[in-house]
């Protein structure tokens, strides 16, 4: 028997077959259990060419944004400060766009946060060797992404977090994030004496995955990140997903030109919109529908 074929449930039947033909399901799992995934590339649908493209993407970005040089990415070592312009990356080149509409994330993003899933914010992170004057906050402490969702609000999740890994992360040598498995079902954030990492009584674990591998967490689920002592730039482009009921970390509408977004229906979609703020005439009855019909279903 295969429930979906009923058509009883029209927000979730079509992502049961989308993850059932993508081979995902062990991922839902996870993220259920654990609050947390790693799906490698070849599950993903990427190669290599789209690796290269998306970390030569940032890599340009950043050097062009920050009047930087970073040459090699196997052997730089440019100072981590010096790269904190670094949001607001759609129009910088179309990589931006495939990563943030690639169909099998937005399969797992869509199970975790609805249909109705918006795109919030998006980011890189490279992070240099730890050295002797290049150790800038290196070690993050432990934290939730779902910041504003009090405890008692953690039974769907709001957030989620869909880093593309564009290095490799092999050990703890790369610097990679550390997770608290299953600690998106705590429902809150971590307090000031659950976060540093040496004393913290929680068990974590590595991230581990090869570059061109989606890292998806639930926003809820605890993580922090430790320096890396390999050579050579960690390099991520961390994209920020949420229900829509949320405050978006970009207002998109007055941020990317609408022509270059109608080029890409599916962005159009997870730019989204919001029924909120209403002008003087009140609500705008085209907004006003994708956020009534999320109060009827998490998977609306
Ligand atoms: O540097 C890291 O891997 C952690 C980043 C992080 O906390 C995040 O992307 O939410
Ligand atoms: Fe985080």
């Known amino acids: ?14 992502l049961m077959k989308e993850l059932d033909d993508y081979g995902l399901f062990k991922h839902v799992a996870e993220l259920e259990a654990y609050g947390m995934t790693v799906v490698p590339p070849e599950k993903m649908g990427v190669d290599e060419a789209f690796v290269e493209r998306l970390r030569g993407a940032i890599l340009r970005t950043c050097e062009k944004r920050n009047g930087i040089e970073i040459g090699d990415y196997r052997t730089a070592t440019p100072r981590k400060e010096s790269m904190g312009n670094s949001w607001l990356l759609l129009q910088e080149d179309e990589a931006f766009v495939a990563a943030a509409t690639n169909p099998r994330m937005l399969a797992l993003v869509r199970w975790l946060l609805g249909q109705s899933a918006v795109l919030s914010g998006h980011t890189w992170i490279i992070k240099p060797p730890a050295a002797e004057g290049n150790n800038e906050r290196q070690t993050l402490r432990l934290h939730s992404d ?116 109608a080029k890409f229906p599916e962005l159009e979609r997870v730019l989204g919109t919001h029924m909120y703020p209403f002008g003087a005439a009140g609500a705008d009855p085209e907004r006003v529908k994708t956020m009534t019909d ?7």
């Open 1 to 14: 028997m295969d429930i979906s074929e009923y058509g009883t449930s029209p927000h979730v039947d079509p």
């Open 146 to 261: 779902s910041h504003g969702i009090p405890p008692g609000g953690g039974s769907i999740a709001h957030v989620a977090n869909a880093s593309w890994l564009c290095t490799d992360y092999a050990g703890a040598e790369d610097g990679p994030t550390i997770f608290v498995p299953g600690s998106h079902l705590f429902g809150r954030a971590t307090l000031p004496h659950e976060e540093d990492i040496e004393n913290t009584p929680f068990q974590t674990v590595p991230l581990i995955g090869k570059a061109g591998s989606l890292a998806l967490w639930n926003g809820a689920t605890w993580h922090a990140s430790v320096p890396r002592t390999n050579p050579g730039l960690r390099v991520t482009l961390v994209q920020v997903f949420m229900r829509r009921h949320m405050q978006r970390i970009h207002m998109w509408e007055d941020e990317v030109d609408p022509d270059y977004v």
């Open 294 to 300: 999320t109060g009827t279903n998490p998977f609306a």
